[in-house]
């Protein structure tokens, strides 16, 4: 059982960056494996992140590596997703996901926990 509340998230011109992050409720943080899904207006949830319950192995769906890093701290049991060079098609509620399978994160963008989500809009 986890609490997930994301923070971070408005406005960026297109090329800027954001930081989100999400803060854990919960003693158990560092027993689950972290990610992040987006969703934007007309389109399907997409696998944007995972981080594996260490923070050992990190994954990224292909339309954001390069330009996103996910990271977690769990002595402060709060994940983060660096956003860098966004473009105006990263524009989606991010939401902070938490699950027991980092295949169901980054194959079937399933998760047994997820946050409240957090706008970001990039403008062109």
């Known amino acids: 059982q986890v609490q997930l509340v994301e923070s971070g998230g408005g406005l960026v011109q297109a090329g800027g960056s954001l930081r989100l992050s999400c803060a854990a409720s919960g003693r158990t943080f560092s027993s689950y494996h972290m990610g992040w899904f987006r969703q934007a207006p007309g389109k399907e949830r997409e696998f944007v992140a995972g981080?594996?319950?260490?923070?050992?192995?990190?994954l990224y769906g292909d339309s954001v590596k390069g330009r996103f890093t996910i990271s977690r701290d769990n002595a402060k049991n709060t994940v983060y997703l660096q956003m860098n060079s966004l473009k105006p098609e990263d524009t989606a509620v991010y939401y902070c996901?938490?699950?027991?399978?980092?295949?169901?994160?980054?194959?079937?963008?399933?998760?047994?926990?997820w946050g409240q989500g957090t706008q970001v809009t990039v403008s062109s």
């Open positions: 996901i938490a699950d027991q399978s980092i295949y169901s994160i980054a194959t079937r963008h399933l998760a047994n926990y």
């Open positions: 981080i594996t319950r260490s923070g050992d192995s990190t």
